[in-house]
């Protein structure tokens, strides 16, 4: 079988963003640049589904600007068979919506006809944690999110997800679009050799036209803001100083 | 306008703060129904009545969804969601797994985590772990959103509206529950609870954590954890509080062996006072907390459950 991982470029998830003084967004121009940490965890599991012989290739997505190719080459080099980029931007600071991700997923499962869409749960930029529930919606498959435990069986594959009172265990009809949580595994590092390797990887490249997805944007952003900071506050010196300070604050 | 909440209801018991905290949010609009679907829906359904602001409670019992799988759910009422023009759902993992697909499958742009509603058009939400504030203005016909409920208070119960029994038929071929391991605990939820306090990696283990554990029962708090200290096993993974675990805003948050990352300041820097204890002066958490104790958990954290 085949699996899809959609990658995104996010901004690394070290560097502490900065609204631009404008208000319009995150200011993007010349920062680090890295895949969505939950995106490197889907394609890590596509990797070991296929290292235990139950996929023959994987094949790593991604929707934006030109730069992403950079993202699809660390797929590449972690173990992903061949990569689409799909140009749909030509400024870093368009976030394409999960809505417009979705429909050009959805066009390009049609077309590759995975068994399986292993996809992060959330982007680490806008968090809205949508992308593979509509893209589920969109293909009628079925859905499985939050996963931490994966095992592919012959039809369906067995997921346990991470839920708000603990964990969910259910069983989901091949194809399924499953997205993961932090906790399914620990990605792995791209070593140099298979770098080298991933130059020669191949890796088309189209546009949403191409799929015949138009690109629409649902959510007006009005304005952007920094919260409202906390200050520092007080070093107490010793036990009894905190004691009090709690017993101040509980029940208040 | 028409406005729908989708009540959490898990295995026929109602997560009543969750579900009263995005009625709050919702009737900032106006007058609410909200959709009570579950196997067991009379104990639900009966609180939801008493919630101000709600006018309808329409009521949909069939053990399809008693764990509310998001093909059962959503398949099922599409039809009924589609007659309004607002839907609200808590943040919850029950939220995020049904309101996206529902989005998806009216070709909707879901709204998630919505702090604020500004206008029947307009919200605000946080984006890259809380470091940005942004708003919104959404074009689609069906607003959807899911509310951040850590923002909200609880409505009071002086309401009485009516039950309205609906009908739907459905069933759900592509996916089947198995089963659930839920966390059972005396502690008061850790979303709603008044007082949280957190153990972080520096607890070192899962029996150091009862250090952690005996606090929180001495000050009749809930037990939060960071990610590093789940992902060590010293913590259960619903205890995770963060950019991808729980939002918190209690009125007294301790924080005990915890650096400060912003994805976990990302999840309880609205709470009212912030304690912190750390044998590290320079952990970034002393930056956002009140109070603050440079010192070794190991002797603080007994000593001050022994002295509150
Ligand atoms: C995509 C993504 C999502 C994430 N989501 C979350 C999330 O939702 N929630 C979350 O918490 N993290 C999240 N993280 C992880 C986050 O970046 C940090 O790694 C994590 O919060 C660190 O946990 P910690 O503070 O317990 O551990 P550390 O950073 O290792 O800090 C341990 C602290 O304990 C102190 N300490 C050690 N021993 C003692 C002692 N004896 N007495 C007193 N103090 C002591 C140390 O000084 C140190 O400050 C996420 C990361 C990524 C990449």
Redesign the pocket.
Known sequence: MKILVPVKRVLD?NVKARVKVDGSGIDLANVKMSMN??DEIALEEAIRIKEKGNAEEIIAVSIGVQQNQETLRTALAMGADRAILVVAADDVHNDIEPLTVANILAAIALKEGPSLILCGKQA?DNDFNATAQMLSAKLKWSQATFASEIDVKKDMVRVTREVDGGLQTIDAKIPAVVSVD?RLNEPRYASLPNIMKAKRKPLEEISPADLGVEITQRLKIIKTKEPDSREAGLILENIDQLVEKIQENVGG | MKILVLAEINNGELAEDQTSKTVSAAATLGKVDVLCASSQCSDASTKITKMENVENVLVLEDELFAQSLAESYSETLIDTINSYSHVFAPSSSFGKNVLPRIGGMLDVMVISDVSKVISEDTFERPVY?GNALQTVQSVDKVKLISVRTSNYSAVPLTGSANIKKIDCKSNNTLTTFIENKMQTSDRPELTSAKVVVS????V?SKENFEIIEGLADKLGAAVG?????VDSGFAPNDW??????KVVAPDLYVA?????????L??MKDSKVIVA????EE?P?FQVADFGLV????K?VPEIEKKV
């Open positions: 998830y940490p939950f680490i932090l | 772990a153990g972080g990696r520096g070192g954890a960071s990610r590093a200290a995770q509080v963060g950019q991808t675990g005990v062996g915890i650096s400060g990352a912003i994805q976990h990302a999840g204890i750390n044998k590290d952990a958490i010192d070794d958990l190991f603080a």
